[in-house]
């Protein structure tokens, strides 16, 4: 006899989520006071599954129980046999297919933090390339499931590695912007550096007894034969000083680490890793919920 049954199951563990399968049978055409069923062992002894003969690829057979129950109807009381299996789903599949992926997509994505700030193509690639990534990612693994209105265990462990992951794309946005920031500033201060200052004329004047007045006194013999040309009464020199300050040249800085990226090259493994650490010993050390016992 072979008999094709189905199992309701709640998928809120998933795939760390067990089951407990019924299998009911019994006579509908005669009621209780005609025919009574009853396991001949017992139900403890009754239900019995061999250990080579039954193999599941994606369940543990952790344990089956049995019973009897009776429903009334309108036509009078029945009895129903029922038997129950509990089954505990096989995580390595989903480890495999899709954990591992999502976890090497997040450590991929926070390479990028240990690149030059200057790198825009390269961080660009890695950004772009692991949010693609998880989102194809996201989308099979929701192909093996059945279309359920709730979130399971595997889509919050997707959802933050894509939150880690957009997040990473959008630190470098961030340490973009405040660099190009920062050039623009360095660039101001170089032209402002490089205006020249204005410097205060200082008027020379003639006087009648060959003085000249420059802000302090001072006498000088001018001979007529002399090679020196005459300054007139109207002649007005400006000196300029004769200090040059050099002026620097605007030097931007290549191969500087941001701030940004110092912090994210620590903030970024360690919050991954606590909800690793948090998230798994959440589900693998506690005892299993069996759905529909």
Same mark, same amino acid.
């Given at each position: ?5 189905e ?8 795939p ?38 039954s ?24 009895t ?18 899709t ?18 700030r ?21 989308? +099979? $693994? ?5 279309? #359920?209105? &709730?979130? *399971?265990?595997?889509? =919050? ?5 894509? @939150?880690?992951?957009? +997040? $990473? ?5 961030? #340490?973009? &912007?405040? *660099?190009?920031?920062? =050039?623009a500033?360095?660039?101001?201060? @170089?032209m ?56 620097p ?17 620590i ?27």
């Open positions: 006899l072979t008999i094709s049954a199992c309701p199951m709640q998928l809120e563990d998933f760390m989520d067990a089951h407990a399968c019924p299998l009911k049978f019994g006579s509908y055409a005669y009621p209780i006071s005609e025919v009574v069923y009853k396991w001949t062992q017992g139900p403890a002894k009754s239900v019995v599954v061999a250990e080579d003969g193999r599941l690829n994606q369940y543990h057979l952790i344990g089956q129980t049995a019973g009897t129950e009776d429903i009334s109807t309108s036509r009078g009381l029945y129903v046999m029922m038997a129950h299996f509990y089954l505990k789903r096989k995580i390595g599949y989903f480890v495999i297919q954990y591992m992926p999502c976890f090497m997509t997040v450590i991929l994505s926070q390479v990028s933090f240990w690149l030059n200057e790198s825009v193509p390269a961080r660009t690639v890695f950004g772009v390339t692991t949010v693609l990534t998880m989102t194809t990612l996201s989308i +099979s $693994a929701r192909n093996s499931l059945p279309k #359920v209105a &709730y979130a *399971t265990a595997m889509d =919050w462990f997707i959802a933050v590695c894509y @939150a880690f992951v957009f +997040s $990473a794309l959008i630190e470098f946005a961030t #340490v973009n &912007y405040f *660099t190009k920031r920062s =050039w500033w360095d660039g101001k201060k @170089a402002e550096a490089q205006q020249p200052k204005k410097k205060d004329p200082l008027a020379l004047s003639k006087k009648p007894n060959n003085t000249c007045s420059t802000g302090m006194n001072f006498t000088a013999n001018i001979t007529k034969d002399s090679a020196i040309a005459t300054i007139s009464n109207s002649t007005t020199v400006q000196m300029k000083s004769s200090e040059t300050k050099a002026t040249d605007p030097k931007k800085t290549y191969n500087s680490v941001s701030k940004i990226d110092k912090m994210s090259r903030v970024f493994p360690v919050l991954f890793g606590t909800f690793n650490l948090v998230y798994w010993a959440t589900y693998l050390n506690r005892e299993p919920v069996i759905k529909g016992a």
